[in-house]
């Protein structure tokens, strides 16, 4: 009963830490947003004006319907910023969260992932703002009935914009999504190659549904969409041959630890028997506290005294997460150097064959 109290005890305690640390985290999050923003709000203007200038270009200027827009929407271009700009940091404190609880290879796969996926939300925001924008405004100042003159409020461009920006960051992590996909078993990428004409019609109806009603958003968010998709389905290749060989290690390393401990066991329940037959022999009574029996090979030492407790002395001892990974890394040298010389013979006997 103790037993199952100290185990609640230490889950709860666990499950406590954790929430403990991820507070933490979410409030070193929020205090580096905010320290970022009080240095962009000085540039609060400026900052509005950089984000205007796919509209000013044209020669277009803004109204205001709202009476305190233009005090407000400079200030939450400066948070917008300040978000971006934060967005490693924020990514990186997500990523210190759960390092903890993944192994050695599997960090060695998320670093690449996570990095690329912050690098293609830029991307994707910039392709927008340098591509997408500057063409949307022209074509709607060229397209324009006579005698009207577009005009859009200074609201709804921010609402407009971050539309944009948010639509084409996702839109461009589609490697990201595909290469996950593959790597976890959901589909294979020869299955998924397979269905590429579906995949491409979900770029354009995503296209669709995150860009405004407008031909020129839909075609610039779609068409890169189903490029990148093919970039992920390249790369996602290398990345199911590593984690399938980290997981094959995995499994090699854990079944070797079950064996030991098997052999562990056995090997104390013969020394167990073979004490016991020995104190049989001799007359004996190991109950009684007299002359202890004293049994020895190689590895271990019997001695029947009441004071001994041999679950205690002899308990069974884990690897430690450092030992697991060495572990890991020398049987994926293994693999990779039996894998170099498979190729080798093999190339050698088409070799003998020609």
């Known amino acids: ?84 700009i934060s967005l490693p940091y924020i990514f990186y404190q997500m990523w210190a969260f759960i390092a903890p609880g993944l192994y050695k290879h599997e960090k060695r796969l998320i670093v690449p992932l996570l990095s690329s996926s912050v690098a293609l939300f830029y991307v994707g925001i910039a392709f927008a703002y340098y591509l997408l924008l500057p063409m949307v405004f022209k074509i709607v100042q060229v397209m324009a009935p006579v005698g009207v003159d577009p005009i859009p409020d200074i609201s709804s461009y921010l609402d407009f914009v971050m539309m944009i920006f948010i639509a084409f960051g996702f839109g461009f992590e589609m490697p990201i999504a595909t290469i996950l996909i593959v790597s976890t078993g959901m589909i294979s990428a ?20 995150l860009t405004p009603p407008d ?49 562990d ?24 506290g007299n002359k202890p029996i004293m049994w020895e090979d190689e590895k271990y030492t019997y001695e029947d005294d009441n004071d001994v407790n041999l679950d205690d002395e002899d308990e069974y001892v884990p690897m430690t997460e450092a030992e697991m990974e ?29």
Not at 190 to 209: E, N, T
Not at 223 to 243: A, C, N, Q, R, T
Not at 327 to 333: F, G, H, P
């Open 215 to 263: 031909v020129v958003s839909q075609l610039m968010l779609a068409i890169p969409m189903w490029l990148l998709f093919e970039i992920g389905l390249f790369f996602s290749k290398y990345f199911v041959d590593e984690v399938k060989a980290a997981e094959k290690a995995r499994e090699r390393l854990e079944q070797k630890e079950r064996e030991e401990e098997d052999e």
């Open 265 to 288: 066991r056995k090997i104390m329940a013969a020394a167990t028997a073979a004490a016991s037959s020995a104190a049989i022999a001799t007359g004996t009574d190991t109950d009684t």
């Open 1 to 84: 009963m103790t037993q199952e109290a100290d185990s609640q005890n230490t889950a709860v305690s666990g499950f406590l830490s954790h929430l403990l640390e991820l507070r933490d985290r979410l409030l070193r999050m929020a205090m580096v947003l905010g320290i970022v923003f009080i240095a962009l709000f000085p540039f609060a203007q400026d900052l509005y004006q950089w984000l205007a200038s796919p509209v000013l270009a044209q020669g277009q200027h803004m109204i205001a319907i709202s009476p305190i827009a233009p005090v407000l929407i400079p200030y939450k271009v400066a948070l917008l910023t300040a978000f971006l």
């Open 190 to 209: 020869k299955d998924l190659a397979k269905k590429r004409p579906y995949v491409i019609v979900a770029a354009f109806v995503v296209g669709m549904l």
């Open 326 to 354: 060495a572990e890991l890394d020398r049987i994926e040298a293994e693999e990779r150097a039996e894998e170099e010389k498979r190729k080798q013979q093999n190339a050698k006997k088409d070799k003998d064959d020609k």
